[in-house]
């Protein structure tokens, strides 16, 4: 963020970097974001080049208060009854590192809550979907990190399919 690159880039390179990463067989666990640093830095010195305005951007303002409020009302918005995580993000209050924190674990309710408003057929659905994303990587990888990457791909399956905003400070929403 004090750097100006767009979260749409950091999570693109994230991707690329663990889509990279698995295809290529490469095992053992990344100890933390910092492992994808230089592909991040890399993606955003191209972009820069790219865009080549000569001058530097500066990271937009983030207004708190008003950034909460959004979300807010998009949770209130879902298929489902989140009416009381959109309560708790209304309530929010702090500096952004506190909020963000606060943030991580309202994401997880509202994944728990999205989970819980779909029927069976649908998780068997995104079971068997995330089952078949695994089976061409499967061989390349320890038991251990084939339960994380199912757990994540699973999670994402069902923000997709409930269409959930990530809970975060810095996450466009959609």
Do not use: N
């Not at 592909?39 to 080549?52: F, R």
């Not at 320890?142 to 996450?171: G, I, K, M, Q, W």
């Amino acid at each position: 963020h004090e750097a100006g690159i767009p979260l749409s880039l950091i999570l693109e390179t994230l991707e690329q970097v663990f889509a990279q990463r698995i295809e290529s067989g490469v095992s053992g666990r990344v100890q933390g974001l910092r492992y994808c640093a230089p592909a991040i830095e890399a993606a955003w010195k191209t972009q820069a080049e790219i865009q080549a305005t000569g001058s530097r951007s500066t990271p937009p303002t983030l207004d708190l208060r008003s950034r909460l409020d959004k979300l807010a009302r998009t949770v209130r918005e879902l298929g489902f009854d989140a009416t009381s995580i959109a309560d708790e993000l209304d309530s929010l209050d702090g500096s952004h590192d506190e909020v963000e924190g606060d943030l991580v674990l309202l994401d997880r309710k509202l994944l728990q809550a999205g989970e819980e408003s779909l029927d069976r057929a649908d998780l068997d659905k995104i079971t068997r979907s995330v089952d078949r994303s695994l089976e061409r990587v499967r061989a390349r990888m320890d038991e251990e990190e084939t339960s994380r990457v199912r757990l994540r791909l699973y999670r994402e399956a069902v923000r997709r399919r409930c269409d959930l905003p990530v809970l975060s400070l810095f996450e466009d929403i959609i």
